[in-house]
């Protein structure tokens, strides 16, 4: 057997031995050096160009390297009748844990304020908030944001989380579909976007969106950049809605050099880092995804195309 790592961000002489090392009986082969492409069983990919796995005529299963899948989706010739797989290893969702709790604490702690003191030479406390009178809001309770939301009641803050079906976390209140989102916005004083990219969800964090938030919010979007209009966020910080904003994830990657966002005082820009996977830990889940598909079994982190993740 055989399989393809193909990526143009992350660095094949940290995968290709990571890879070789949990799959010792396999072939691992990457980009653009193919062979022959009905040796492919597997393919580990990151924004695989459109018709190319559709190219791999003996292709088992699609492994995407990032918890996200819109990079295979947009393909109008992907494979649909193949299992397709997002990435849940370990280290990915530790490291986003980390960003959204070290987000959330920065704009609880009013951080921007003091860097903007500190530029002014003025010595001043701000009125401290204590993180139980803080309402933190998470979209999104999968993987990700199901951890991100058990760290952050660890941390003692007021934690809400919203997703499309039902869900039931320790110390957090839970709501479910559209019709409790509202009530959701309004006791959400830091909202983070955690939400796989669907049709349902393109464009959600909008000006409709950002006025149902307690006035002087702040956002965090490590989803897609698509979830987010820009101008809205934006207009909603001119207006005093929102406070301030951490983004890092953008509808054009990467960040264009005129977007007012790069200067914004109130917005904090990072370039789609949140969480990046990590080689060792996530070779070692794929591992496990390949032996559990060849088994016949179901693996971690197998998406429903028909709901989009």
């Known amino acids: 057997m055989a399989l393809l790592f193909k990526s143009d961000i992350d660095r094949p002489a940290s995968w290709i031995p990571a890879l070789e090392s949990a799959l010792p009986d396999m072939e691992v082969r990457s980009w653009p050096e193919v062979g022959d492409p009905a040796d492919i069983d597997y393919a580990l990919v990151w924004q695989p160009p ?29 494979p649909r009748h193949l299992p397709l797989v997002r990435m849940v290893e370990p280290g990915l969702t530790a490291g986003m844990t980390e960003f959204v709790v070290m987000q959330c604490l920065f704009h609880h702690r009013r951080m921007l304020d003091y860097r903007a003191q500190q530029s002014r030479k003025v010595w001043q406390e701000l009125a401290p908030v204590a993180p139980w009178q803080r309402r933190i809001g998470v979209m999104g309770l999968g993987e990700l944001g199901a951890d991100a939301v058990e760290r952050l009641v660890q941390l003692r803050f007021d934690v809400a989380g919203w ?15 559209r019709e409790e989102l509202p009530a959701f916005l309004a006791r959400s004083d830091i909202l983070v976007c955690l939400l796989p990219l669907t049709e349902q969800t393109d464009s959600i964090l909008n000006a409709a969106l950002f006025a149902q938030l307690p006035k002087g919010a702040c956002v965090i979007n490590v989803g897609r950049g698509e979830h987010l209009i820009e101008r809205d966020l934006l207009a909603a910080l001119e207006a005093g809605q929102l406070d301030s904003a951490t983004l890092d994830v953008f509808r054009n990657e990467p960040l264009p050099p005129e977007s007012p966002l790069w200067s914004h005082p109130r917005v904090i820009v990072t370039p789609h880092i949140a969480s990046m996977t990590i080689p060792e830990t996530a070779a070692e889940a794929m591992a496990e995804v390949i032996r559990t598909l060849e088994a016949g079994g179901t693996p971690p982190g197998l998406v429903d195309l028909d709901r989009g993740y």
């Open 50 to 78: 459109s018709g190319f796995l559709a190219s791999l005529p003996n292709l088992k299963a699609i492994l995407s390297i990032g918890a996200g899948i819109d990079h295979l989706t947009r393909d109008p010739e992907l």
């Open 163 to 177: 997703s499309r079906n039902r869900r039931a976390l320790a110390g957090a209140a839970c709501f479910a579909g």
